[in-house]
């Protein structure tokens, strides 16, 4: 079977994006999705970062330190890392995407 790319809604922040993502990687966006929401909420909670473009930037930074922690230790396959790369990079599109 083929991992045809489908339209797949995610919800960040209250707000519905739609991703091109294959059905065998859709759990994993969804997870993405829930961990980015979650970050994001966690800065804004804050009150430290104002607007929603900043606090996607903050939270994708926060994440990306957080996989360059674990890649250090030796915490993730390479294939892991690269999956997680592809998904952070729909993500980011979707959202900007939705800023256009």
């Known amino acids: 079977m ?3 790319p489908d339209i797949t809604s995610v919800t960040i922040l209250g ?6 993502c294959p059905e065998n990687e859709r759990a994993g966006l969804f997870a993405a999705a829930r961990l980015l ?3 994001m909420r966690e800065i804004q909670a804050s009150g430290k970062v104002i ?3 900043r606090c996607a930037i903050m939270a994708a930074l926060n994440i ?3 996989l360059l922690e674990l890649q250090s230790r030796g915490g993730l396959p390479d294939d892991v890392s690269e999956r997680l790369r592809s998904l952070q990079d729909r993500i980011d599109n979707a959202l ?4 256009q």
């Not at 707000?15 to 091109?20: P, R, S």
């Not at 900007?96 to 800023?99: R, T």
Request: glycine fraction near 4%; aromatic fraction near 4%; avoid cysteine.
């Open 37 to 39: 929401d979650s970050k």
């Open 2 to 4: 083929k991992d045809n």
């Open 15 to 20: 707000k519905d994006f739609m991703v091109a």
């Open 51 to 53: 607007g929603t473009e």
């Open 96 to 99: 900007a995407q939705s800023h």
């Open 64 to 66: 990306a330190h957080e």
